[in-house]
């Protein structure tokens, strides 16, 4: 096993400035990728989702609601728990980029008019975790110590 590419992706430092980005973002996604893929919290469903992102051109939709709503839900957990937070984070950085520019660019910046203000601050937190880790009080810390010893 080769633990110098492992310590490379979750060491992450001691900053505990990354604890409020993770919770913060990690019940968003989890609730969104819930709605997603179970139609937890009034959301769709995988079939409700699947319609919707086929009818912007995201096809096969239920494919794409699958993909959208797994990495945003396991994405979520993983900053939840900060466990392999930077390739969950690269994960959600992507998919916040796709629903930007495939569902809220034409829209506008402004929330109220379902443009991409939300999507832009998921994906500023996603790359801000993605460049620092997942921080003090995290899975991936503990793994880092425990890799060290």
């Known amino acids: ?26 019940i968003i996604f989890t609730a969104h990728g819930a709605q997603k893929l179970f139609g937890w919290f009034g959301g769709y469903g995988l079939e409700g989702t699947g319609q919707f992102m086929a009818s912007m051109g995201l096809v ?13 839900f396991v994405g979520g957990l993983a900053l939840l728990l900060g466990l392999v937070v930077r390739p969950a984070s690269l994960l959600l950085a992507i998919t916040m980029l796709v629903a930007i520019f495939s569902v809220h660019l034409p829209n506008g910046l402004f929330l109220t008019n379902s443009g991409y203000e939300f999507a832009l601050a998921l994906l500023g937190i996603s790359v801000a975790l993605l460049i620092q880790g997942a921080g003090r009080w995290s899975l991936d810390q503990l793994i880092v110590r425990n890799l060290k010893s």
């Open 1 to 26: 096993m080769n633990t110098d590419a492992i310590y490379k992706i979750l060491d992450s430092g001691n900053a505990p400035s990354t604890l409020p980005l993770r919770l913060t973002a990690g």
């Open 60 to 72: 096969p939709g239920i494919l794409m609601a699958f993909l959208a709503g797994g990495a945003e």
